[in-house]
C-alpha cells in the first residue's frame, strides 16, 4: 500500500480537511470521527475507565462511513471522563487502538477519554498569555530541562517531585537556603523553558510509578496527550491535562514561556502506533515492505503524505491552542518535508505570532515516498520561520561530537577561529538569517560542557577546566542568534558515571546519573559559575547589537577583528542600533594557554565580563594596550 497512499489519486479521494477529527464533546453529544479509508467496518468501544486491563466494556457502536475516509457516530448524552478506542476491520484483519487525535487517556495511553476540555482550564486562563510575546526570537534565552531532572534530587526541596506541579513550585531551597527550581531559573534571567518530550511517551510504565524509572521521553505513543507519568495520576484522563496547564500557567506567571520538545520524525514502534493500526503503516515510511530507519530511532514518519502533514499541522495548533505553547522544538526535523513545516508555521503564527520554531535540521538517509524537500539546515532558506540547532558553534568551542577527546577552541584547537568568525555573527556556512540559528555548546544529547572538556583535557586542574567553560558560554552567549542552554550547565553539571568516565547519553539512566544536584551550589566554584552565566545573560539583554535581526545588520556592525595568536579572536560591534546604550562594544577570546596583549580601539572602555565575573557593572576602566589572562574572555563597553 504504501506506493497507493502516496499517489495522487488516492490523496486527492481521501485528504479530509475538517477540523473534528478525534472525539469532539459537547454536554449533550459526542461526535467521534476517525480517518480510515482503508477500513471495511469501523466501531466505537466505550469503556468505564482508562484501564487496558479493566474488563468494562460499556458498549461497542458501529460508525457510519463518511466522506473522504473518514467515520463517524454520532453518541447522545454527556460522555465527558468516558474512555473510549476505535476498532477497524480490513478484510481478515481486526485492530483495536488508541484514537490519534486523542485529547487525553487512562493510563500508558492505550484507551482515550471523552472530555470536556474547558473544565481543565486553571482560574484565569482566559486572560494567560505568553509573558514575552513582545520579543524578537534573537531576544530568547532557552533553558533545556527535563521535568523529572528538576525537583527529583532530594536537594531541590521541591514537594512534587518529578511531576509537572513540581516545575512551577515558588519559595524551594537547598538545605542551606540557596534557591532550587523555578526561583533559580527566574533568577538566571532565561525567557524561555525548553521541556524535554511531555507529551505521552512509552518507555515509562505508568501503572509502576512507586518504582524509580527514567527516560528522556523520545518514543511518542499520543502525541497530543500529555505525559502520564508528569501527573499526579495516570488513571485518571482529565488529571494530566489539568495539572500540564497549571505548569504552563504558573510558568507564565512567573514570566517564562514554554517551548515543547516534539518527535514526530518517528513513533516508539511503529507496528504499535495507534494511526500505524487504524490505517496500516500509513503514517511511516515503508518501502519494499522495509521500514524506514534514516534516524535509528526505528522507524520514520511520512511527512510528505496528505493526512500525516494535516495530522502534525493539527497537532502543533492544538498544543498551541489548548495549552498556551510558545515554541516547538523538533527532534531530528531533517526527516520531515519543508512543506509541512512551512504549512504549521503559518498556521500557528495566525493566531500566535509570536511563538518560536526550531530544530535538529541534520541530513539523514531516509525513504521519502514521493518527491519532496526535508527540513534540513542546508535547506534553511526554504523554511524562513523555522530555526535550526547551530551544532557548528557547538563543535568549533568544546570538539567533535564524534569523538569525545577532540579538542575545541575553549580546549585549546587552533584551526576553529574561522568558523567561528562566521558563527560569532550568527552566520554559519549554512545559514543566511541570524534568526535561524540556536546556538549553544550543551543540551541533553552526548557529554555535558564540564565533562566534555574533562574527557578533552583530563589533565587540566579544576579551575582551568570552569575557565574553558566559562570561555565558551560567554563566546555562544554574546553571538547572533537564539542562545540556548542545556539545564544545569550553569552549575557546572556532570553525569559521572559508577564505572568510571562520564554518561554520554543518560536517555534511561538512574535519577542519580541525571538529576540536577541543587546541594552543589552550596560549594563556590559552582554558585559563582551560576552568578557568571546570571550575568551573561543580563549583559545580552542590556544590549540589543548582541540581538540583531538580520544579516545585513550584523554585517555592517559586528567586525572581526585579526589576532596573530591562531588561538585568539576578538570581534568589534558598534552600537548604533535602536535602544543601545553602548557607543561600542569590544569582545576577545582568548584560549591559549597564556597571557596575551592586545589593543584596544582608541577610547576608555569598561570592561564587564572577564574570567571571573560577568554583568552590565564595569569591573574596571581600560584603555590602549591590555593584557588578556590564559582562557579568559573579555568583553569591553564604551558608553
Ligand atoms: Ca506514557
Not at 231 to 253: C, F, I
Not at 410 to 439: I, Y
Not at 576 to 597: C, I, M, Q
Amino acid at each position: 500500500m504504501s506506493e497507493v497512499f502516496s499517489s495522487p489519486d488516492f490523496e486527492a479521494k481521501y485528504t479530509y480537511h475538517g477540523r473534528d477529527l478525534g472525539a469532539t464533546w459537547s454536554p449533550t453529544e459526542t461526535l467521534f470521527k476517525l480517518w480510515a479509508p482503508t477500513a471495511d467496518h469501523a466501531v466505537v468501544r466505550l469503556y468505564r475507565t482508562g484501564n487496558p486491563d479493566a474488563m468494562d466494556l460499556i458498549a461497542e457502536l458501529p460508525m457510519e462511513p463518511s466522506v473522504n475516509g473518514t467515520w463517524q457516530l454520532r453518541k447522545a448524552g454527556d460522555l465527558n471522563g468516558i474512555y473510549y478506542t476505535f476498532v477497524v476491520t480490513i478484510g481478515a484483519y481486526t485492530a483495536e487502538a488508541c484514537d490519534p487525535y486523542a485529547k487525553t487517556t487512562g493510563v500508558n495511553g492505550m484507551r482515550a477519554m471523552v472530555i470536556d476540555m474547558a473544565s481543565t482550564n486553571p482560574d484565569g486562563w482566559e486572560l494567560d498569555a505568553d509573558p514575552n510575546g513582545d520579543l524578537n526570537f534573537t531576544d530568547a534565552v532557552i533553558y533545556e530541562l527535563h521535568v523529572r531532572d528538576l525537583s527529583i534530587d532530594p536537594s531541590s526541596g521541591i514537594h512534587n517531585k518529578g511531576k509537572f506541579l513540581g516545575v512551577i513550585e515558588t519559595g524551594t531551597t537547598t538545605p542551606s537556603g540557596i534557591p532550587t527550581g523555578l526561583d533559580h531559573m527566574k533568577n538566571l534571567g532565561i525567557t524561555h523553558l525548553h521541556l524535554l518530550p511531555v507529551y505521552d511517551y512509552g518507555s515509562v510504565d505508568e501503572t509502576r510509578l512507586d518504582q524509580p524509572q527514567f527516560n528522556w521521553g523520545y518514543d511518542p505513543t499520543n502525541f497530543n496527550t500529555p505525559e502520564g507519568s508528569y501527573s499526579t495520576d495516570p488513571y485518571n484522563g482529565a488529571v494530566r491535562v489539568r495539572e500540564m496547564k497549571q505548569m504552563v500557567k504558573g510558568l507564565h506567571d512567573n514570566g517564562i514561556s514554554v517551548i515543547m520538545d516534539v518527535v514526530y520524525n518517528h513513533v516508539y514502534e511503529a507496528k504499535d502506533f495507534c494511526f500505524n493500526k487504524l490505517v496500516p503503516m500509513y503514517f511511516s515510511r515503508v518501502t519494499d515492505g522495509v521500514i524506514s530507519n534514516g534516524s535509528g530511532c526505528g522507524n520514520d514518519t511520512a511527512s510528505e503524505r496528505s493526512m500525516v502533514h494535516k495530522y502534525i499541522v493539527d497537532s502543533v495548533c492544538y498544543w498551541a491552542d489548548e495549552y498556551h505553547i510558545d515554541g516547538f522544538r523538533f527532534d531530528l526535523v531533517g526527516l520531515l518535508d519543508v512543506d509541512t513545516i512551512n504549512d504549521l508555521v503559518a498556521a500557528v503564527h495566525k493566531r500566535h505570532p509570536n511563538v518560536v520554531f526550531y530544530g535538529e535540521g541534520w541530513s539523514m538517509p531516509t525513504g521519502i515516498t514521493k518527491d519532496c524537500k526535508l527540513a534540513t539546515q542546508l535547506n534553511s532558506p526554504l523554511t524562513p520561520g523555522f530555526a535550526y540547532f547551530n551544532d557548528t558553534i557547538r563543535d568549533s568551542l568544546r570538539g567533535s561530537t564524534f569523538f569525545s577527546d577532540a579538542l575545541g577552541f575553549v580546549t585549546g584547537a587552533s584551526d576553529m577561529v574561522e568558523k567561528l568568525e562566521g558563527c560569532f555573527r550568527g552566520l554559519p556556512a549554512w545559514c543566511q538569517d541570524p534568526t535561524q540559528t540556536v546556538n549553544y555548546i550543551s543540551c541533553h544529547d552526548n557529554n555535558t560542557l564540564l565533562d566534555r572538556i574533562s574527557l578533552a583535557v583530563p589533565d587540566h586542574s579544576f579551575e582551568d577546566r570552569i575557565r574553558m567553560n566559562r570561555l565558551g558560554a560567554v563566546f555562544y552567549m554574546m553571538s547572533q542568534g537564539i542562545p540556548f542552554m542545556q539545564a544545569g550547565e550553569e552549575m557546572l553539571r556532570s553525569k559521572p558515571d559508577p564505572k568510571g568516565g562520564y554518561v554520554e547519553n543518560s536517555f534511561k539512566s538512574s535519577d542519580r546519573i541525571n538529576s540536577i544536584k541543587w546541594n552543589l551550589l552550596d560549594a563556590k566554584p559552582y554558585r559563582d559559575t551560576y552568578d557568571y552565566y546570571r550575568g551573561l545573560i543580563s549583559f545580552r539583554k542590556a544590549h540589543p547589537v548582541l540581538r540583531m535581526t538580520s544579516a545585513y545588520e550584523i554585517l555592517s556592525h559586528v567586525v572581526p577583528i585579526q589576532c596573530e595568536h591562531p588561538l585568539m579572536t576578538a570581534f568589534h560591534i558598534s552600537g548604533d542600533v535602536p535602544g543601545e546604550t553602548a557607543r561600542e562594544l569590544f569582545l576577545v577570546f582568548n584560549a591559549s594557554y597564556t597571557a596575551e596583549s592586545i589593543a584596544l580601539p582608541e577610547g576608555s572602555w569598561n570592561l564587564c565580563i572577564n574570567a571571573e565575573k560577568a554583568g552590565t557593572e564595569a569591573l574596571t576602566v581600560a584603555s590602549s594596550a591590555i593584557e588578556i589572562p590564559a582562557i579568559c574572555a573579555m568583553v569591553f563597553v564604551k558608553e
